[in-house]
């Protein structure tokens, strides 16, 4: 057992912020030894009851927060982020593929694994559901990170077999037969899960994404990933080769790929009967607002996603993505929400923000009650966040008057600074000066 106290800050079921200025967090291994959450509340009402049974930590001036969910990001894009282009599709061609074809050695892939996994920990990502290249070298080294880190980390083989170049394209039986492999070697291997993840529908043939269905409904608790109506111009060539479905998204569907556990990136280019898909089928959206501003392909539609009720959460999509920081990506959000919606935009509180990249995310994940909160029975991946990391931000969080003052201080003026402590199953990752 281990007592923290110092302020708290958490979410109940309905998404609403649960914070306590002064507050106490205990966690013990639960019998297969992971650390989860005890008790979670205010110093004042619980620490008779708890202080008695471990060691108290006490962190004064600090949050305690729960550890940040990244739904969607590309692990083999680590250096590709800040890469300039027109669109999408020309930052594939010039950037992105050329780059991805280098993950076929073992060796270059375990040492981008390395920098990507310190990089989500060093910004607070505890939990990530993470593309790999169409290399299986490339999944095997990120799992094998995540594993040594203890970073609960979701990821697969990219499944892209047409229209794309030598050196990143794979062949149709052979990259079925490789995913099921690897099902079978990581999946629920410790914090780890396996992803079904074609690339995009325009690289693959209805052959492989039939494989991929099939492999969906064969092992039904992993994850399926892939990307949607990110950019007009994917979206008129996916219409081209899939002529006989309704719309992009419902390639995916005609193809067994829609279901719980199921998240799209992007979702921008929805109409109404996309959307009531979405919720049928229990399928995801990962937001993603800073690459969608980067490569100019627009903005999701929060309100339409709220009144269609599907669930999504948000995420960074490194290296179209500009930033690894969730402060970024929640600043982003409210950017989008504010300017891309039509009539009067919508603005989100900060609270809500904070709630789409953690809890929100692990809910859409299918994780809910399991990371990206500090309830009872969570899965004890926390930070301690310093409001005083920086000169501007010291001052700007002691003026707060309210929640979400503090809060909203810290995603327009926060960045990995305000990280002083990732506690993953009680690994303690301190970023270095």
């Not at 920081?325 to 929640?330: D, E, I, V």
């Amino acid at each position: 057992m281990q007592v923290f106290r110092s302020a708290l800050l958490r979410f109940a079921e309905d998404g609403q912020a649960l914070y306590d200025e002064d507050g106490l967090l205990a966690v013990a291994p639960d019998a297969q030894g992971r650390q989860r959450v005890v008790a979670a509340g205010p110093w004042q009402a619980l620490a008779a009851q708890w202080t008695g049974q471990g060691a108290v930590t006490h962190w004064p001036g600090r949050i305690l927060a729960p550890g940040f969910v990244d739904l969607h990001v590309h692990f083999p894009q680590t250096d590709v982020i800040g890469s300039p282009a027109d669109g999408l599709l020309p930052w594939l061609e010039n950037y992105t593929f050329p780059h991805e074809s280098r993950f076929c050695a073992p060796e270059y892939a375990d040492d981008v694994a390395a920098f990507f996994v310190d990089e989500l920990l060093r910004n607070g990502v505890t939990t990530a559901l993470a593309f790999a290249t169409s290399h299986p070298a490339s999944v095997n080294a990120l799992f094998g990170e995540a594993q040594r880190r203890c970073l609960r980390l979701v990821t697969g083989k990219v499944l892209q077999d047409r229209h794309s170049p030598d050196g990143v394209r794979d062949q149709t039986e052979q990259s079925l037969l490789d995913t099921e492999a690897l099902i079978q070697r990581w999946h629920g291997v410790d914090r780890l899960g396996y992803a079904i993840t074609p690339r995009f529908a325009p690289t693959s043939t209805p052959e492989q994404l039939r494989g991929a269905g099939e492999l969906a409904a064969r092992y039904g608790d992993v994850w399926i990933q892939s990307h949607v109506a990110e950019n007009l111009d994917e979206i008129r060539w996916a219409r081209e080769l899939f002529p006989r479905s309704r719309s992009y998204l419902a390639v995916y569907d005609d193809f067994g790929l829609m279901r719980e556990r199921a998240v799209y990136a992007h979702c921008i280019h929805f109409d109404d009967a996309d959307r009531a898909l979405m919720r049928e089928r229990k399928t995801a959206a990962a937001v993603s607002p800073t690459s969608n501003l980067f490569l100019g392909s627009g903005f999701f539609d929060y309100a339409g996603a709220d009144r269609a009720g599907f669930r999504y959460g948000l995420a960074s999509d490194v290296g179209g993505g500009t930033s690894f920081s969730p402060f970024h990506t929640m600043l982003a959000a409210y950017y989008v929400a504010r300017e891309g919606q039509t009539k009067t935009g919508l603005s989100l509180s900060p609270a809500q923000l904070w709630w789409q990249h953690t809890a929100g995310a692990a809910q859409a994940m299918g994780l809910a009650g399991v990371v990206g909160n500090l309830q009872p029975g969570c899965e004890a991946d926390f930070l301690v966040l310093n409001p005083q990391a920086t000169p501007l931000l010291a001052r700007k969080t002691q003026q707060a008057q309210s929640l979400d003052e503090l809060l909203f201080a810290l995603i327009v003026l926060g960045d990995d600074r305000v990280i002083e402590q990732t506690v993953i199953s009680q690994a303690k990752y301190a970023p270095s000066a």
